[in-house]
């Protein structure tokens, strides 16, 4: 069955770096995109970007352009945001995802930007 773990969260302060990952296992990984998403304390889930299944084609919400990128290693089956410039506003619960069929979520990981 389709598993999708990220970890890497954590407490940062603004301005900080963070690298999440998103181990994925049960399906073809390099055949899909892959997506990031976050959901802020008392707001919708949110997508920060994705990336194509062979890495070449990425794109990003304006919110974060410039800041994140998203990056894979097909033969680790694990998708990568840097985290890079960190804002309070970043602050909020990260999902990776893939759509085949249906959506699939990991259970999220906790980034804190704060001083």
């Known amino acids: 069955q389709v598993q999708l773990v990220e970890s890497g969260g954590g407490l940062v302060q603004p301005g900080g770096s963070l690298r999440l990952s998103c181990a994925a296992s049960?399906?073809?990984?390099?055949?899909?995109?892959m997506r990031w998403y976050r959901q802020a304390p008392g707001k919708e889930r949110e997508l920060v970007g994705g990336i194509s299944g062979t890495g070449y084609s990425t794109n990003y919400a304006d919110s974060v352009k410039g800041r994140f990128t998203i990056s894979r290693d097909n033969a680790r089956n694990t998708v990568f945001l840097q985290m890079d410039s960190l804002k309070p506003e970043d602050t909020g619960v990260y999902y990776c995802?893939?759509?085949?069929?249906?959506?699939?979520w990991g259970q999220g990981t906790q980034v804190t930007v704060s001083s």
């Open positions: 049960g399906f073809t990984f390099s055949a899909y995109v």
């Open positions: 995802n893939v759509v085949i069929r249906n959506n699939y």
